[in-house]
């Protein structure tokens, strides 16, 4: 089943999940030498063509085995080109993206503007802490378009990409979900901190006054970076003393808020090893913390969960 999200709408265009119906526009551009020159496929035949095709039907969410989402890009009916994400960590934090158009269309923004939006989504909806791009060193349209979705130049490889028959050096971008803005219109920005006992329990507290149960967390104080206010809040509302050093960003994600209904919620994840070493141990809630409560990841979310909570722990069978 293809992701709630899609299909993904911007001004200009429509992306959407592959059919199979889409096999003669795709070799459209596949199938042109120019275009697949600093691909790692040489040009498309039919046949090779719905081989790969059949792969992408079922690359529709990073949540799904292919760990992938795989989109068709549409003008005015059109199919003009295809971007793809993928998950490269076991954890989905970190993916990677990839574009390809048909040449007919280039010089028209369009590739910018699915690309952005396939980011996005990497960001906003599966809340991915970095995502990379690679490609031949001597692919400057590739190049550029990262340049203009604001993808930072890492590395450059010396001839260390081998593609049909030779060696070429790589290029290699990215873009964190920190590099982006933080203060987004009248959403909250926080940090939480995922807390795991020695069996794999998930600590989550609710505040008082309120019905839902989240990670430990909340807002940083003017200047305070994520880290030090995930230290801070941790320590004045359960009494815990996180070493800095240990926090590890998950990713940062946005979701709904809990508490404070209509508005969106960014939130810096952290994880801390502080309580692995024991099952379930008595945590204290202090200050605006009313109730703590172990979470079982294998069983099924309560009702109570935060959107937070219920994106990062993966639910039971």
């Not at 275009?35 to 039907?57: C, F, I, M, N």
Request: with cysteine; proline share 7%.
């Amino acid at each position: 089943m293809p992701t709630p999200f899609l299909p993904i709408r911007t001004e200009r265009l429509i992306l959407r999940p592959h059919a199979e119906s889409d096999l003669d526009a795709l070799l459209a551009y596949y199938s042109i030498p120019d275009v697949a020159r600093y691909l790692l496929t040489h040009p498309w035949s039919r046949e090779s063509g719905r081989e790969d095709l059949a792969k992408r039907l079922a690359r529709t969410g990073i949540e799904t085995p292919t760990r992938a989402l795989a989109l068709v890009v549409e003008h005015e009916g059109r199919v003009i080109g295809d971007v793809a994400l993928w998950a490269t960590d076991e954890t989905g934090a970190k993916g990677e993206i990839g574009w390809t158009f048909h040449p007919d269309v280039a010089g028209r923004g369009f590739a910018t503007e699915a690309a952005a939006a396939v980011l996005e989504a990497g960001f906003a909806h599966y809340g991915m802490h970095r995502i990379s791009a690679q490609m031949d060193a001597r692919n400057t349209a590739s190049a550029a378009l990262c340049e203009r979705l604001g993808m930072r130049l890492e590395t450059r490889g010396r001839q260390d990409w081998w593609s049909k028959g030779e060696w070429t050096d790589s290029l290699a971008y990215a873009a964190l979900a920190s590099d982006r803005p933080r203060d987004v219109g009248d959403a909250i920005v926080v940090s939480a901190v995922v807390l795991e006992d020695a069996d794999g329990h998930v600590l989550t507290v609710r505040k008082k006054g309120t019905t839902s149960f989240m990670h430990p967390g909340g807002k940083p104080e003017p200047g305070e970076a994520p880290e030090r206010c995930a230290v801070r809040e941790v320590e004045e509302e359960l009494g815990l003393v996180l070493e800095p050093e240990l926090l590890d960003l998950v990713a940062v994600h946005r979701t709904a808020a809990a508490n404070e209904a209509g508005r969106p919620l960014i939130a810096s994840v952290f994880s801390h090893p502080h309580l692995t070493g024991r099952s379930r141990p008595e945590v204290v809630p202090a200050a605006e913390i009313e109730e703590v409560r172990w979470l079982d990841p294998a069983a099924d979310l309560p009702a109570d969960a935060a959107p937070l909570l219920r994106l990062l722990v993966a639910p039971g069978p």
